[in-house]
Structures are given as C-alpha cells and as structure tokens.
C-alpha cells in the first residue's frame, strides 16, 4: 500500500470519527473552524509524504499519516472543550444566574480584534450574545470564596494566514450585561476594537482598559463609592461621561488645559471638580498621553 492511499483513508476515517463523535455529543461544533485554520500543515505533511516516498527513509511517509489523524483528533478535542458551544455562522448566547454566593465579580475581557458592547444590567450575573459570522470566545468561569472569575478571550478573524478574512457590517460582534447588584471588577484589552461601554447601571468598582487603535466610548455611573478608572491606548479615539453628581479626579498630564477649560482645576498632575473632596461618591481616572482624540464630559 502506498503512502498516498494510505493518506487518504486516514482523513476519510478521521472525518467519519469527527462526525461520529459530534452527532453523539462528545464533540462541539467549535473545532471545524479550528480545523479550517490548522489545515496548511495538512499540505506540509503531503510535501513531507512526497519528499520521503520510495527512499530509505519510506517510513516518515507513513508516518505522516499518523500525525494527520491523531493532530486533526488533538485539535478538535481541545476546541471543543476549551470554547463556547456555537459555530461560526450561528449567534450564541452565555448565561450564568445570579448565585448569592457570589459578592465581587472580576471579569477578564481579551478581545483581540473583537468589537464589544456593554449596556444596562440585569438579573443574571452575566449574560453574552455573540454574533455570527464571528469566532466564538473561549469561556472560563470560576469560583473561589465569594468572589467569581470570567474570563472571555476573543480570537482573529483571518484564516489560512490572513487569506480568508470574514466581516459583516454590524460593529456589535459581543454584547455583554452584567449582574445590577454584584460589584464588577473589569480589565479589557483589544487592538483596533470598536469598545462601547454603558456601565451606568451596573456596580463598576474598576476598569483597566488596554486598547491601541480602538474607539472607545466609556459611560459611568454612580452605584458603587468609589471607582478606579485606566485607560491606555496608542492613537484611540477616547469619549468618557461622568455623573454630575460625583467627585471627578483625572490623572492625565497630556490633557491638562483641556480639562481646566471644562472646568476641572489643577492639583499637580491631577485635576478634580468642585464636589471630589465633599462628595460621597467619587471616580479616580487615569489616563494615557497617547490618545488620538479625548474628551470629556457630565450628565
């Protein structure tokens, strides 16, 4: 039997077992797309198979083989359970229920190229939607004590190396809400994301924000006593709105004539408004000097 015919009945059995697996459940749908990125080594082990054909080392031929059935079963496994259940082309959801042990929520976000939106708040401790024609996030939860771990991280769009690249006109590729009465410790990375966060109504303690090249719109509220805000980011485009009821101080030397002009004062690096030292409800913000455009402003 050649390499070859070898080759090609070793990738119609593992389909078959792939399907298998998938239509009794053990497997998800996420590992296709997994699949689809991974399949350029599929054309390095034919050029190897070829290579080694009819010399003394024959065997590597066969090899190969090998190495495509249990590396095509390796990815689809770690796919399947390290990944949301939905594929590429459908819209999913993850919810998980308010769980009165729970008293601090910390939410770790990668986007990677992923734009996000978060808006109002609910009765769940989080609730996702996840558009289709989009990777779907990998999600881990945990809890320890009282205090709750989700961590979301995103992953590109290219295929094949960048040859294929899916996009859709709708800028919303994650929503995310979460819980109105659990305290929300958030981090948030992505570049070039468009990231619009309306955390008004939920119980925002802090936000570390890490985004270059991103749009960023940021609306706070005043549910929690005091919050810690930092954003950093190389030429985004940054808009920030803060409660007129709280008391406001803004770390950010780059910006400083800016906010005297909107009617913060100076105190060394840092600007406040008039009620930060009388008011009960106070927002510390630190900002980057690398923004291609800022503002600010009260509601």
Known sequence: MTPARLRWGIILVQIGVLI?????GVLGDNFWEDLLIWSPVLLIAIG????????????????TS??????????????????????????????????PEVKKLHARLKLKETNLTIRDSGDDLVYGRFDKFTRKPRIQYDLEGSEATLSLTGQRHSYLGGVVKVNIDESQDWYLRFSRDIPLDLECTGDGSDIHLNLSTTPLSRLNLEADEARIYLKLGDMEPLVHVVIRGEDSKVRL????????SVLAPGYGAYLEKIGLTSSGDTYVNESFDSSQTKVEIELDDRFDTFSLDFF
């Open 20 to 24: 298998l697996l998938r239509n009794f």
């Open 241 to 248: 709105r803060i409660p007129v009821n709280v008391g406001l």
């Open 66 to 99: 090998a190495f495509i059935f249990f590396g095509g079963l390796a990815i689809a496994f770690t796919s399947s359970w390290s990944a949301i259940d939905g594929g590429f082309f459908s819209e999913v959801t993850y919810q998980r229920d308010y769980d």
């Open 48 to 63: 190897v198979e070829k290579i080694f054909t009819k010399s003394k080392l024959q065997f590597i031929s066969y090899a």
